[in-house]
């Protein structure tokens, strides 16, 4: 277990997580990994705890994987659904967030359709002056954090299994391909990967990409050989720039429902220049492993088969790491509350 000190209360995103953060989680993630591969799978860490998790949004992977998580430390959980809410009767979300709190709840995790309702919440809690933690489960546009924190360790992991950290993916080469603009996975990961000193090359239509994401490093497309002395951070409207010896490939979830005009063509289109093929990964080092956060579009973002090659795919790793790290999150923020 990581012995470094955690004093963070909330965990609302990563863009101002420090290095030693990034390693406590990773090193705190691999003991618990080796839990979960034993017979009983379960310790007492959290035990007398209350998880409550405040899903406004649809969700399978990351509300079950918290659930899982918490059962594992031996937390009791408390599950909220919006459509049977009383949010139905006009009750609001701070008023939701007070009941679960008079519940006994000491930890939150929150996920929203609309950016900034996992910080309201927090905020709410520290102006009533209770030692309860926030974790944003993803919020609109803006973050995803323990999918950015299960992607570094799935890949550091894969790097040194034992002892996986940040300063791994130093000079490595990382493609993010796809529909940037809507993906709060997108951003957990530009702040955590750039943080790890990793080369980032973000790739999509020009309708998908942002340029405001180049202020993150000193990058720009008119600019593209500009390098930030802390963050590098590269932009594309092709695909082979990006892909070019690259020693990951992460693409994303065409993201519709969040898409409030035409932004494509088509999907056969989009699949086409855009697509994660094999014969594009040969523009990529020899060894490249694929992520996807999911869920995955089959055919659209990555080929079928790719997807299920697990010489490439690491994507049934990443949803085995979530239970690992999302245990990590839950016990560094809750374990100040005995």
Same mark, same amino acid.
């Given at each position: 277990?990581?012995?470094?000190?955690?004093?963070?209360?909330? @965990?609302?995103?990563?863009? /101002? %997580?420090?290095?030693?953060? %990034?390693?406590?989680?990773?090193?705190?993630?691999?003991? %618990?990994?080796?839990?979960?591969?034993?017979?009983?799978?379960?310790?007492?860490?959290?035990?007398?705890?209350?998880?409550?998790?405040?899903?406004?949004?649809?969700?399978? &992977?990351?509300?079950?994987?918290?659930?899982?998580?918490?059962?594992?430390?031996?937390? +009791?959980?408390?599950?909220?659904?919006?459509?049977?809410?009383?949010?139905?009767?006009? =009750?609001?979300?701070?008023?939701?967030?007070?009941?679960?709190?008079?519940?006994?709840?000491?930890?939150?995790?929150? &996920?929203?359709?609309?950016?900034?309702?996992?910080?309201?919440?927090?905020? !709410?809690?520290?102006?009533?002056?209770?030692?309860?933690?926030?974790?944003?489960?993803?919020?609109?546009?803006? *973050?995803?954090?323990?999918?950015?924190?299960?992607?570094?360790?799935?890949?550091?992991?894969?790097? /040194? %299994? !034992?002892?996986?950290?940040?300063?791994?993916?130093?000079?490595?080469?990382?493609?993010? @391909?796809? /529909?940037?603009?809507?993906?709060?996975?997108?951003?957990?990961?530009?702040?955590?990967?750039?943080?790890?000193?990793? !080369? @980032?090359?973000?790739?999509?239509? #020009?309708?998908?990409?942002?340029?405001?994401?180049? =202020?993150?490093?000193?990058?720009?497309?008119?600019? #593209?050989?500009?390098?930030?002395?802390?963050?590098?951070?590269?932009?594309?409207?092709?695909?082979?720039?990006?892909?070019?010896?690259? +020693?990951?490939?992460?693409?994303?979830?065409?993201?519709? *429902?969040?898409?409030?005009?035409?932004?494509?063509?088509?999907? &056969? !289109?989009?699949?086409?220049?855009?697509?994660?093929?094999?014969?594009?990964?040969?523009?990529?080092? #020899?060894?490249?492993?694929?992520?996807?956060?999911? #869920?995955?579009? &089959?055919? @659209?973002?990555?080929?079928?088969?790719?997807?299920?090659?697990?010489?490439?795919?690491?994507?049934?790793?990443?949803?085995?790491?979530?239970?690992?790290?999302?245990?990590?999150?839950?016990?560094?923020?809750?374990?100040?509350?005995?």
């Amino acid at each position: 277990m990581a012995t470094t000190v955690w004093t963070r209360r909330h @965990v609302l995103g990563l863009a /101002d %997580f420090t290095p030693a953060e %990034f390693d406590t989680v990773l090193q705190t993630a691999a003991s %618990f990994r080796e839990v979960l591969s034993t017979r009983t799978k379960k310790v007492p860490a959290l035990q007398g705890h209350v998880v409550a998790n405040l899903f406004f949004e649809p969700s399978t &992977r990351t509300r079950s994987s918290f659930e899982l998580a918490a059962r594992r430390l031996s937390a +009791d959980t408390l599950n909220f659904a919006a459509g049977t809410s009383s949010l139905t009767k006009g =009750e609001t979300i701070l008023d939701t967030a007070k009941t679960y709190l008079a519940m006994g709840a000491d930890m939150m995790v929150i &996920r929203h359709r609309e950016a900034g309702v996992p910080h309201a919440i927090a905020s !709410e809690m520290n102006q009533l002056g209770v030692r309860v933690s926030i974790l944003n489960a993803g919020d609109g546009q803006h *973050e995803h954090p323990s999918q950015g924190l299960l992607d570094l360790f799935t890949i550091t992991s894969l790097i /040194d %299994f !034992e002892y996986p950290r940040l300063g791994l993916l130093a000079g490595k080469k990382i493609a993010i @391909v796809g /529909d940037i603009l809507h993906s709060r996975v997108a951003r957990s990961n530009i702040w955590s990967l750039t943080s790890s000193k990793a !080369e @980032v090359h973000l790739a999509g239509p #020009p309708t998908l990409l942002p340029k405001l994401l180049a =202020e993150i490093g000193d990058s720009s497309i008119s600019n #593209p050989k500009s390098q930030s002395q802390n963050r590098k951070l590269f932009l594309h409207w092709e695909l082979e720039p990006a892909l070019k010896d690259a +020693d990951f490939v992460m693409t994303l979830r065409l993201q519709k *429902e969040r898409m409030t005009s035409h932004l494509l063509p088509s999907l &056969r !289109e989009y699949h086409q220049h855009y697509g994660i093929t094999r014969d594009r990964l040969k523009l990529c080092k #020899p060894d490249v492993k694929i992520l996807h956060p999911g #869920p995955v579009n &089959r055919g @659209v973002e990555i080929s079928s088969d790719l997807m299920d090659d697990p010489q490439f795919s690491l994507i049934s790793q990443q949803v085995t790491s979530g239970v690992a790290v999302r245990m990590a999150l839950l016990y560094l923020m809750g374990s100040g509350k005995n």
